[in-house]
């Protein structure tokens, strides 16, 4: 039995209808799926950059501790430096006082007399050489020269050995010294300073680890006592 035009006609629009109704499902589908992978990317490049971005304040954040511990280092050892300064300071200001007072010394002549003996003395059994030349300060040279006397005849007695001793007037010493002599042997090769500066440098070298504990309490970093 042939349809009619209108038959047809129904069943083109119904079949039209329901390939459009196909492809609407479909497009939605496919928008829904692209609406899915839109979100999904999304969601990751923002997590990806949450990642960078969270990566970077860490970075910057341990550069500005870095930064704070190195600060923190640089000025505890200015500060270190300064104190030790201070104490150094502190201590040559105190030599100084005593090489100061060293000078009251030489007003007693009486008892720099018997310093200076016992200066020529030393100088002598540390020599033992048969001629021996002292230097002095101009202003002492009496002194020296009496206390010569005095020294020879007790080396001679100590040592067994003649001696012979002259006191250079053409060189003296200089007179900003505190006072003392120097001894030369050997047409000067040999040479004993024992001038009361040079026995206060000796003395506070030997002394210096001694007064830094007594000045400001033992170094709890020190391991050894000499």
């Known amino acids: 039995m042939a349809l009619s035009d209108a038959d047809v006609q129904k069943q083109i629009k119904h079949m039209i209808a329901f390939i459009e109704q196909e492809a609407n499902e479909k497009a939605e589908e496919i928008d829904a799926k692209a609406e ?24 910057k954040e341990k550069q500005v501790e870095l930064q704070k511990k190195i600060q923190s280092s640089n000025l505890l050892n200015q500060a270190r430096l ?24 030489t007003k007693d002549q009486a008892k720099y007399g018997k310093v200076l003996e016992g200066l020529i003395g030393q100088g002598l059994t540390q020599l033992l050489e048969p001629n021996v030349t002292i230097r002095c300060r101009e202003q002492d ?25 002259s006191v250079d007037t053409e060189n003296y010493l200089s007179p900003d010294i505190s006072g003392g002599v120097e001894l030369l042997a050997q ?40």
Do not use: W
């Not at 899915?36 to 970075?59: A, D």
């Not at 040279?141 to 001793?165: H, T």
């Open 82 to 105: 300064r104190v030790l300064k201070c104490r150094e300071d502190h201590i040559k200001g105190m030599l100084e006082v005593a090489r100061q007072r060293l000078g009251h010394v």
């Open 141 to 165: 040279l009496d002194l020296v020269r009496n206390a010569v006397n005095n020294c020879i005849p007790v080396y001679k007695a100590s040592s067994g050995k003649d001696v012979k001793i």
């Open 36 to 59: 899915e992978e839109f979100n999904i990317e999304k969601g990751r490049l923002v997590q990806q950059q949450r990642v960078k971005i969270m990566e970077y304040y860490e970075r």
């Open 187 to 226: 047409y000067g090769k040999i040479k004993v300073e024992n001038t009361l500066d040079s026995r206060l440098d000796l003395i506070s070298q030997q002394m210096l680890p001694e007064l830094r504990e007594i000045l400001f309490g033992a170094n709890p970093n020190r391991r050894f006592k000499d």
